[in-house]
């Protein structure tokens, strides 16, 4: 199984900032990650597949770049309605795995 | 539009059983898979297993061998996830989420609302 460890668990930002969300895998997989957002009483969205490609209606301030074992998540420019918990996610290996989540907060 | 729709909260004591649906609409349900995915307060979401919905073939995760079944019923474009021996730490919410094809990959684009099952002596 492959376990994914996301840092840091919580990042502490203003809006505007720039985040940016790490995706360890415990193995190189040569498939492809997703990242989802998810936000307090809501359902995961998805942000980004096949480690680079923004879902339909995801703003372009979000980008996902990696390869191997090492992935990232990049929020180029926090707005308000970005504080959320990010996951990252593969399923190139099975069993499908998620990371523990990185919650981005309002400093 | 596409709606999964889930059946509601749960309250099992351990050693029971307990079963959960998932209603889709807005599209065709034999053409997309059905993944089962938990999350514990506070964790990450967990994969549990996914049906085919237009053949029926399952697979579960080791973690949940011989405890889990997810079936479907195509005349009511329903799955249905059945856990049992359920003990206090299967305390979670459960999701329904529809599988899709990007690119040459499949990820979950449409997710139910959850349904939380409680599981307390």
């Known amino acids: 199984e492959i376990v994914l460890t996301q840092s840091p668990a919580t990042l502490s930002l203003s809006p505007g900032e720039r985040a940016t969300l790490s995706c360890r895998a415990s193995q190189s997989f040569s498939g492809y990650l997703a990242w989802y957002q998810q936000k307090p009483g809501q359902a995961p969205r998805l942000l980004i597949f096949d480690t680079f490609n923004r879902a339909t209606g995801v703003p372009a301030r979000f980008s996902g770049s990696g390869s191997g074992t090492d992935f990232t998540l990049t929020i180029s420019g926090l707005e308000p309605e970005d504080f959320a918990v990010y996951y990252c996610?593969?399923?190139?290996?099975?069993?499908?795995?998620f990371g523990g989540g990185t919650k981005v907060e309002i400093k | 539009q596409v709606q999964l729709v889930q059946s509601g909260t749960e309250v099992k004591k351990p050693g029971a059983s307990v079963k959960v649906s998932c209603k889709a609409s807005g599209y065709t349900f034999t053409g997309n898979g059905i993944h089962w995915v938990r999350q514990a307060p506070g964790q990450g979401p967990e994969w549990m297993g996914w049906?085919?919905?237009?053949?029926?073939?399952?697979q579960y995760s080791q973690k949940f061998h011989g405890r889990l079944t997810i079936t479907r019923d195509t005349s009511a474009s329903t799955s249905y996830m059945e856990l049992s021996s359920l003990r206090s730490e299967d305390t979670a919410l459960y999701y329904c989420?529809?599988?899709?094809?990007?690119?040459?990959?499949?990820?979950?684009?449409?997710w139910g609302q959850g349904a939380s099952v409680s599981v307390s002596s």
């Open positions: 049906i085919n919905a237009g053949n029926g073939e399952t």
């Open positions: 989420a529809r599988d899709s094809r990007y690119t040459t990959n499949y990820y979950f684009d449409y």
């Open positions: 996610h593969q399923r190139s290996i099975w069993p499908i795995t």
